[in-house]
């Protein structure tokens, strides 16, 4: 099966199940880490990867469904 482009897919679980191409942008998180500003501020333009940067973050963190996660 051919890998899909994923445009419009917002889901970063999603994008990984569908085997679509995604850009590992996930170096972000630790620099997110590092950062010890109290708010965060993501200004990008739209349809920009805000969402899908957002749901990569919640899968990395989330602890209640580590394991799952973890296949991604």
Do not use: H, Q, S, W
């Amino acid at each position: 099966m051919k890998k899909g482009i994923g445009v419009g897919i917002e889901d970063f679980k999603k994008i990984i199940e569908e085997d679509c191409y995604y850009f590992d942008k996930t170096n972000y998180i630790e620099e997110l880490l590092k950062d010890k500003t109290e708010i965060k501020l993501f200004t990008r333009p739209r349809r920009f990867g805000k969402t899908l940067n957002m749901t990569t973050l919640k899968y990395f963190f989330d602890v209640r469904n580590a394991e799952e996660n973890r296949k991604l």
